[in-house]
Every structure is written in structure tokens, then in C-alpha cells.
């Protein structure tokens, strides 16, 4: 939770607050949850949230004054330890995170969702066509949960639309939906699973993904292989949107 991190496709992350609820296949070997375990908070994993401390909420303030003065934007994961549309986070504290969202205009914040379809009820009332610094992203790790969520996201009008494919857990096909192309995203992130008793990927399910990337021109990211072995040298790719 700092202003560097691991994650090759942000600059930051930042926690509004802490813990979380397993919804999907994806979440079965959450590493957020098996940070929670190792902290001592294994509760923030069993119905509990924490919201962290004013001073670390004042961080993004000072990374906003830098990237304004730099006149580089820095790209901020929004929770990584927790999701900004889960049911159980008292809607004050969402209403917090919107406003300093809208007071650091030169960042870039990404969030990312396992939860799509509470988007529209947790949006802010000055949304309207989306900040134009908020990108935002949907989990969709198998062709199932791809199918469910994606329209859900798409139906939220926002300056980016990203979708984390990791871990990918199968072979994923994205078909056209409503009034939008192939895709219709703005983003795609792949990556397989890397933590304790990682789940295998079979590197043709990200090929197949990079290909129906690049048919449709959007920037494909490959994070990393299963068990974070050697990437192949076809994977090699990491491109953000414009």
C-alpha cells in the first residue's frame, strides 16, 4: 500500500479500506486474503472491513501535487486489498474515496471489480459520462464469469474500460455484446496465478486473448505465466491504453 509497487501495470496502490468476500473461482487462493493471515487479520477475510488511517489517506494528495508538477499522469490501483463496490463497505467511506478521486485530478485511478453489477447503485451523482480519471475494470478469469460480468461493465459509461484476465483459468472467448464491437474495451490484462498451489495456464488461452486484442486494436498486457515461470517470448507484450 505505497507509492511503489509490484504490480507491473500501475504505479501505486492505494487502500480505502481493507478486507473482502470470496465471490468466484478467481478469489479461491486470493492473495489479499493470505496477506490478511499472515498480518494477524484473518476476520478482514470472515465479514469484517477496516478502513485505513487519515495519514495514508492524505498519500495520494502528495503523489497528485508530484505527477501535476512532473506533467506525468501516475496510474493508482484502487484497492487491492479489497473491492469499491462490495456490499459490505458503509456507502460513507465509498463517499470519501469519490471525493478524493475528484481532488487528485492527475491521477489515474484503476479500479478493478469482481463485482460489475453493484457499480450502477455505488456510482457518485456527478458521474455522469464517467471522471476522466477513473478507469474501470471487471475480473473475468473464465469464460463463465466473462459472459456474466462484462456486460455489466460496459453498461457504465468511464473514461477506460479494462478487463484483468488472472488469473486466467481457461480459454475465453469475447463475443459481441449489445451496440459494442468485439471486445469494446479499452484494456486487456492477462496473467496467470502465481501464489501457493497456483492453478496451471496453458499459454495458447493468452495467445488466443492477444489475438482478439490485436484484431479489434486494443493494447493487451501480459502480466506474468502460472507459477511465474518464463514468459514466452510471443507473451512478451505490455502495452497500456493511449
Same mark, same amino acid.
Given at each position: ?17 481493507? %478486507? ?149 483459468? %481457461? ?72
Amino acid at each position: 500500500m505505497a507509492d511503489h509497487t509490484a504490480i507491473e501495470w500501475t504505479d501505486a496502490t492505494f487502500n480505502a479500506w481493507v %478486507g473482502c468476500t470470496k465471490v468466484s473461482p478467481a478469489c479461491d487462493r486470493c492473495y489479499a486474503e493470505g496477506w490478511a493471515k499472515r498480518t494477524g487479520h484473518p476476520e478482514l477475510w470472515a465479514g469484517e472491513r477496516r478502513r485505513t488511517t487519515p495519514g495514508y489517506w492524505r498519500q495520494p494528495d502528495k503523489w497528485n501535487r508530484a505527477a501535476a508538477a512532473a506533467g506525468v499522469r501516475k496510474r493508482v490501483f484502487c484497492c487491492s486489498l479489497a473491492d469499491v463496490f462490495d456490499n459490505q463497505v458503509p456507502p460513507l467511506w465509498r463517499a470519501d474515496l469519490w471525493q478524493l478521486i475528484r481532488d487528485t485530478p492527475s491521477l489515474d485511478w484503476q479500479i478493478l471489480t469482481k463485482r460489475p453489477q453493484n457499480i450502477r447503485k455505488m456510482l457518485p451523482l456527478d458521474w455522469g459520462g464517467g471522471y476522466p480519471n477513473v478507469w474501470m475494470g471487471t475480473t473475468a478469469e473464465n469464460q463463465e464469469e466473462a459472459e456474466r460480468r462484462i456486460p455489466h461493465l460496459m453498461a457504465i459509461p468511464a473514461a477506460v474500460w479494462f478487463l484483468s484476465i488472472e488469473p486466467t483459468l %481457461g480459454p475465453i472467448i469475447l463475443p459481441v455484446w449489445g451496440q459494442y464491437e468485439v471486445l469494446g474495451v479499452d484494456w486487456v490484462i492477462c496473467g496467470g496465478e502465481s501464489g501457493p498451489g497456483w492453478r496451471d495456464m496453458n499459454p495458447d488461452w493468452a495467445r488466443a486473448l492477444r489475438d482478439q486484442c490485436r484484431s479489434q486494436g486494443v493494447p493487451f498486457f501480459f502480466k506474468q505465466m502460472a507459477g511465474k515461470r518464463p514468459i514466452p517470448d510471443d507473451l512478451l507484450i505490455r502495452e497500456f491504453p493511449a
